[in-house]
């Protein structure tokens, strides 16, 4: 008798547990609506196409190749590849029937206008700090979007993480909207900035780590993360950047090029695109929140560029110093555009990041697959190497240019890095176009 009351009392607080999860993790079909004449005003149209640049959501609901906010482009995580949706007006497969009130709810708390329950690739952990009025432009412009009949893709995730309604444990854990800082010390430039980064254009989703679970860690906020198989830099005094970032040296890298840093490339491109059509006040209020960011001074172990002799009897430093001899010095010897060299590039490769990051996944990335300016456009060019250069070279290549450029001492297991990374080089011949 004892057992079985035990065993009564187990399976009824098993019952009352997942009945509670249920009530929990339910969440209402909003009715179909659509949007209305008032609500798609020119000017809240236009509003919206520049919260939607500041957004980047075209990076992520566009497909390479894809009709524009269609879906189709599959995000990467650690459980398996998301797929974003299609955001266009399509009554169908797009987001046509949804209200505004239904479009808030999506924005704000992650749950679509049948109530399933959204994966945090889409940031809505961030976009919860929009304000009313955004989320209105916001609505406006997506529903003035071409329509395109596109079926979502099918996530590629194992169960059980394929089960929606675990996505409300997740966010009883995890899902708050952002602190936007308010310093009576800082102008409206700097307050419009912190607006910017911490909710619309959710800086932090890429540049902060994440725990197991796939939730941004707030305490180690901006100090670093991985993006699509890239290292990310930190925006805080631990970035390893060998000259200081402020306001006016990253408005000009946000809007394309810095002569001092150089510029983006890998997932930061996609950003840097959509700045073209965003107004230069955004820009440097952008730039401004985010040059806080790195504290006063000097941050981390930040020594200035390096640029030294490298010690030629080590064999793979020789044959490294023999590939950028033929290969990089022609125009990274060239002393950087703003002196009269070769156009965008830096005065010297000892300005990059890149070379100084713990991680080289970036700087093999471009090597591997070089660099390509936007259709018609100036911008920085570099062949795809992948395509030219074994894997001994690539990592002999990258072994002398962290010794000359770096003060930090060897990567550890370069070589397996690059073997791993150049599995997906450029068959030769191909334009490659990494992060582009």
């Known amino acids: 008798m004892g057992r079985r009351r035990i065993a009564a ?107 399933r329950h959204l994966y945090p690739a889409f940031p809505y952990t961030h976009y919860a700090g929009l304000t009313d009025p955004d989320v209105a432009a916001l609505y406006a412009f997506a529903m003035t979007r071409e329509p395109v009949r596109q079926v979502a893709t099918a996530n590629a995730l194992p169960f059980p993480l394929s089960w929606r309604p675990l996505l409300a444990g997740w966010k009883l854990l995890f899902a708050q909207a952002p602190t936007i800082p308010a310093n009576p010390q800082r102008d409206a430039e700097w307050h419009r900035g912190a607006y910017l980064a911490e909710a619309l254009s959710h800086c932090g989703a890429c540049h902060s780590p994440r725990n197991l679970l796939g939730a941004e860690v707030r305490s180690k906020a901006y100090s670093g993360g991985e993006a699509d198989g890239w290292w990310v830099p930190p925006l805080d005094r631990s970035s390893p950047a060998p000259l200081a970032w402020d306001r006016d040296s990253l408005a000009r890298y946000l809007a394309e090029w810095d002569p001092q840093h150089g510029g983006a490339a890998g997932p930061m491109r996609p950003v840097v695109d959509a700045h073209r059509t965003v107004p230069d006040g955004e820009i440097r209020a952008l730039a401004s929140y985010v040059a806080t960011l790195y504290g006063p001074g ?39 555009g703003a002196s009269g ?12 990041t890149t070379v100084r990051a713990p991680d080289p996944r970036n700087l093999i990335l471009v090597l591997r697959d070089g660099i390509a300016p936007r259709d018609y456009a100036p911008g920085p060019i570099m062949p795809a190497y992948g395509a030219m250069l074994t894997p001994a070279q690539v990592t002999d290549l990258a072994a002398y240019l962290r010794a000359r450029f770096s003060p930090d001492g060897p990567w550890p297991n370069l070589d397996a890095t690059v073997r791993d990374l150049m599995r997906d080089a450029p068959r030769p011949g191909a334009r490659a176009e990494a992060g582009h």
């Not at 030629?312 to 023999?322: E, V």
């Not at 060299?341 to 990059?352: A, D, F, I, M, Q």
Request: charged letters at 15%; glycine letters at 18%.
């Open 341 to 352: 060299g070769v156009p965008y590039t830096t005065p010297s490769l000892g300005h990059r």
């Open 298 to 336: 000097p941050a981390g172990s930040r020594t200035g560029p390096v640029d030294r002799a490298v010690a030629n009897d080590d064999p793979a430093l020789a044959r490294g110093a023999a590939t950028y001899a033929g290969a990089c010095a022609t125009c990274h010897e060239s002393g950087g």
């Open 9 to 115: 009392w187990l399976g009824g607080a098993f019952v009352l547990a997942a009945a509670g999860f249920a009530a929990m993790a339910w969440r209402p079909a909003l009715a179909p609506g659509g949007a209305t004449p008032a609500e798609t005003a020119p000017e809240l149209v236009r509003k919206g196409a520049m919260l939607a640049s500041l957004g980047y959501c075209a990076s992520c609901h566009t497909a390479e190749g894809g009709r524009p906010y269609a879906g189709g482009r599959g995000i990467g995580t650690p459980f398996g590849t998301i797929y974003a949706t299609n955001i266009t007006p399509d009554p169908d497969t797009g987001i046509g029937r949804y209200s505004l009130a239904a479009f808030t709810r999506a924005m704000r708390e992650g749950v679509d206008a049948g109530g």
